[in-house]
């Protein structure tokens, strides 16, 4: 942990980083202080609230995950893991009781429904942290016995209220809940990290045309970059590649805040842009190439390096090791 610690102080050391972590934590505090000032009553006012809510948390929370880089230590995983199981607990136990304490009125299942849903976005990310095939096991073994525990309650508490309305509510919210965590532990996990590896950088102050301006002249694995459009993103976006097989990485911005994506589906660019910056793949001095899903992170560090001291390197070395032959 002393490693993430340290990243996190030299990260907090920038105003500002200090500021957009302030701003992510107040919006996710937001979201949830929006859902109790939300009225009883179904009427305009609440699903303003609700909404904003909604809006609210996925600004804050899925800005803080790219903020904030995983730990990569096995004590770390398991820490920052547990935290994020238990706040999901927490949210689930705050929605059922809401629902209980207003006998499974309209407003409280509806935010319940929303709290579930946050919920399990937490359970998905720590879910998805389980990449040997032993912990894959573990974590699938829990979640699975987590769903029918979830089942036994709903019926255990059905019969013991007589199958009341507010029963019925609860019952309704445990057996999707548990359904949905059966799903995630035979491996439909849509919040798996090997689906989408996205990098931030933090503290970005260049257009991206002064990026790809800054970086024109240093060779990566892809290559030199390029200004072009990406089909998904309005604004233009600096380009590597594609490769023969179709990988490109792309920096864009997103609410104010810089990303490094990859994908290998070509149909996202211009097909004569790309077809005119193929490239074969650059091996580094030892013959070996950066697999697709960890070039965002190699792109991301050349990308920090320069904006802290100037210098333009490209690397292969990752906190990580994910190369191919």
Aim: glycine share 6%; with cysteine.
């Amino acid at each position: 942990m002393s490693g993430f610690a340290e990243k996190v102080k030299s990260f907090m050391k920038k105003p500002q980083n200090r500021l957009e972590l302030a701003v992510d934590i107040l919006c996710l505090a937001a979201s949830y202080g929006l859902l109790f000032l939300a009225p009883d009553n179904m009427n305009i006012l609440f699903w303003v609230l609700f909404a904003l809510s909604a809006f609210l948390f996925c600004i804050g929370f899925f800005r803080l995950g790219f903020i904030i880089d995983p730990p990569k230590t096995k004590k770390g995983m398991l820490i920052s893991g547990s935290l994020l199981v238990l706040f999901g607990i927490f949210l689930n136990i705050v929605g059922i009781s809401k629902i209980y304490a207003s006998h499974g009125s309209e407003s409280s299942i509806s935010v319940a429904v929303l709290l579930l849903i946050e919920a399990i976005v937490m359970y998905s990310i720590t879910a998805s942290h389980a990449d040997a095939p032993c912990s894959q096991w573990i974590m699938s073994l829990i979640v699975r016995a987590a769903a029918v525990l979830m089942w036994i309650v709903a019926v255990v508490f059905a019969v013991i209220t007589s199958v009341s309305d507010t029963a019925i509510a609860l019952c309704i919210m445990l057996i999707v809940e548990g359904i949905v965590l059966w799903a995630m532990g035979s491996g439909n996990n849509p919040f798996n990290s090997s689906i989408s590896h996205i990098c931030a950088v933090p503290g970005m102050n260049k257009t991206v045309q002064e990026l790809c301006d800054a970086l024109r002249d240093t060779e990566t694995q892809l290559g030199h970059p390029w200004l072009g459009k990406i089909r998904t993103i309005k604004e233009d976006t600096i380009i590597y590649g594609p490769s023969d097989e179709d990988v490109f990485v792309y920096g864009y911005y997103h609410f104010g805040r810089f990303y490094v994506a990859y994908s290998n589906d070509i149909s996202y660019l211009n097909e004569e842009q790309a077809n005119s910056h193929r490239i074969t793949e650059i091996p580094d001095n030892k013959g070996k190439c950066i697999g697709a899903e960890a070039l965002p992170e190699a792109y991301a560090n050349m990308i920090k390096q320069y904006l802290e001291n100037g210098n333009i390197v490209w690397s292969t070395k990752l906190n990580k090791s994910n190369k191919k032959h």
